[in-house]
């Protein structure tokens, strides 16, 4: 059974920095496509990070660019996206999601390329 759980959201204030766990049972990360999604309220899902079976490949969000880092650690089997500077536009409840069909050189930020999804981590941004 494929199983994705994210863990690290909290409460932070605007300019604060969280770094949120992807960890990964099933598979291994070599083998899949990783990203990173989150949903405000009243809002659409929108992709914010992945990265690419080899690790080699990686994109961001035009919003997120600069200020997220995604990252691996293939002996734990999990997948990082450490926030910093977080805006309270950056808030919602974020997802990772992996790519158990098929792999390729490069990751999307699009949802038509993953089908397993976690259950969600909350952040919230406010002072």
């Known amino acids: 059974q494929l199983q994705l759980v994210e863990s690290g959201g909290g409460l932070v204030q605007p300019g604060g920095s969280l770094r949120l766990s992807c960890v990964a049972s099933?598979?291994?990360?070599?083998?899949?496509?990783i990203g990173w999604f989150r949903q405000a309220p009243g809002k659409e899902r929108e992709g914010v990070s992945c990265i690419s079976n080899s690790g080699d490949n990686t994109n961001y969000a035009d919003s997120v660019k600069g200020r997220f880092t995604i990252s691996r650690d293939i002996a734990k089997n999990t997948v990082y996206l450490q926030m910093n500077r977080l805006k309270e536009e950056d808030a919602g409840v974020y997802y990772c999601a992996a790519n158990t069909l098929y792999v390729q050189a490069w990751c999307g930020l699009e949802n038509r390329h993953y089908n397993s999804w976690g259950q969600g981590t909350q952040v919230t941004v406010s002072s």
């Open positions: 099933g598979f291994t990360l070599p083998n899949k496509i």
